[in-house]
């Protein structure tokens, strides 16, 4: 149910120059999805009656992620006052002026925060009726940090930020994590009196605890023991080191599911990927996008899906694959490049050194090895042998090749689109076939054999093939 008396303000404004990227630092992505995404996806799970994103640099890439990723999303631009109290300021007065309640403060650089902590740290301002509450967590070194002032009954008095702080208040190791729960009116009056007398030339959204706690009303920090649940990503070492801790989870979530994955340190599944029970997933392996794979698949090694379905009891060893099908008990690779448009039906396979794109597969048909096939459709029972072509390009245009079920194609035949092989037909070795085959014909291109008998002793005499050629007939003019 819709919480009324709840809003959300997710703050993405940030510049991240840290990053040093042409991609907004929010929209950097973990486990296939934009940081600013797990921020929303969790926001979206406290079912809150308003949910704000505030943004300013690169606002139209942003806002366009936003629009995809939460369309009921309210979007609120920073001005040229620096500073997230200037940001979540902005953002309240976007609210209905008739709201009463709270608003829980996030950041759009925070990916990990679950909804169970959001959700505990909302119920814990409401129990104590408090005015701000604010999530703290203890870390081995605060550095850059706003330190949790506490007083001697260890109530909380202020926040102060790394750069303002004094060698006293530096030794403090509880830190703010920047996620807020204010009651709206009150945040409404300390805003309007913040100011940027400080040493970044900001409005500083914690100085807000300060003057709440002055003011008389009831302030406190609610600690959470898993401080990696809080922390920022500014750089790509903080982004890499969220993944690894993100793709450690998910791994382990499929593992208590009933997946096998064999080395999880080597395996990296993005938050999409659905996996049934009995899979297995081999070192050096990549689940990416929307990929599916069913029951007693085995994926990998050293494989990449992306956005793949994989069948039951299916086999995908050292494959590439986007936006592919692959039926149940079906066989691809090793060395396969399956394209997009790529459907291989149930039992078919796909083997050694195979590209296939835009092409259609049947039943147990088979495409073995050294072969490519492009804008083509082969039909069930079919065999390419060794080296097949499907030419699907004039120069100018894509043209199909249909192939029809049970034809046996020769080793190292070129079909030349568009053109159609009827069922049950055969192609014989290093055909190139340009002309329709009928259904049960066999399509060759005849060309006369010539052997010209003692070439090898008169035009490379001495060399180590003549030598062999006199070696295997007893003289130098048998060969003639």
């Known amino acids: 149910m819709t919480d009324s008396s709840l809003a959300i303000v997710v703050l993405a404004a940030g510049q991240g120059t840290r990053m040093k990227s042409a991609t907004p630092k929010v929209l950097h992505e973990l486990a296939g999805v934009p940081l600013l995404g797990h921020v929303l996806n969790t926001a979206r799970a406290l079912d809150a009656a308003h949910l704000l994103v505030v943004v300013r640099h690169e606002r139209e890439q942003v806002a366009s992620a936003v629009a995809a990723l939460a369309e009921s999303a309210v979007l609120v631009e920073q001005d040229e006052v620096p500073g997230t109290g200037r940001a979540v300021e902005l953002a309240v007065d976007a609210l209905p002026a008739d709201f009463v309640g709270d608003v829980l403060i996030l950041s759009g650089d925070v990916p990990l925060l679950d909804a169970a902590t959001l959700h505990e740290l909302v119920a814990e301002h409401r129990r104590a009726d408090a005015s701000g509450t604010l999530l703290s967590t203890v870390v081995a070194d605060p550095s850059g940090y706003g330190r949790i002032v506490r007083g001697g009954e260890g109530q909380l008095v202020r926040i102060v930020e790394h750069k303002d ?20 009116n009150a945040l409404r009056d300390k805003l309007a009196h913040l100011t940027t007398a400080n040493s970044q030339g900001e409005k500083y959204l914690p100085d807000v605890i300060a003057a709440l706690h002055d003011a008389g009303m009831d302030v406190s920090a609610v600690p959470t023991p898993d401080s990696w649940k809080v922390e920022g990503i500014n750089d790509r070492a903080q982004l890499s080191e969220a993944a690894a801790r993100l793709n450690a989870l998910i791994v382990r979530g499929w593992q208590l599911a009933g997946v096998t994955v064999q080395d999880p340190a080597t395996t990296w599944i993005d938050l999409a990927v659905k996996l049934e029970a009995d899979v297995t997933v081999l070192p050096n392996t990549q689940l990416k996008g929307a990929t599916v794979v069913a ?127 009827g069922a049950g037909a055969y192609t014989g070795a290093g055909a190139t076939i340009r002309n329709d085959v009928p259904p049960g014909a066999l399509a060759l291109n005849v060309t006369p054999q010539r052997n010209l008998g003692g070439w090898v002793h008169t035009n490379r005499p001495g060399s180590a093939a003549d030598l062999a050629a006199q070696e295997a007939t007893g003289s130098a003019e048998a060969q003639v």
């Open 165 to 184: 702080a004094s060698p006293v208040e530096r030794a403090i190791d509880e830190i703010n994590s920047g996620v807020y729960v204010f009651g709206v």
């Open 295 to 421: 029951a007693g698949a085995v994926v990998g090694p050293d494989t990449t899906l992306v956005d793949t379905e994989v069948g039951a009891g299916a086999t995908v060893r050292r494959t590439d694959a986007t936006l592919a099908v692959i039926g149940a008990q079906a066989s691809v690779g090793p060395f396969s490049f399956l394209r997009p448009g790529t459907e291989i039906g149930a039992d078919g396979k796909v083997g050694a050194f195979v590209e296939t794109k835009n092409a259609r597969i049947g039943d147990r048909a088979k495409v073995p090895h050294l072969s490519y096939i492009g804008d083509a459709e082969i039909g069930p029972d079919a065999n390419i042998g060794a080296g097949g072509i499907t030419a699907n390009y004039d120069g100018v245009d894509k043209h199909r090749t249909v192939i029809g079920a049970g034809v046996k194609a020769g080793a190292h035949n070129v079909f030349v689109a568009p053109v159609r092989i």
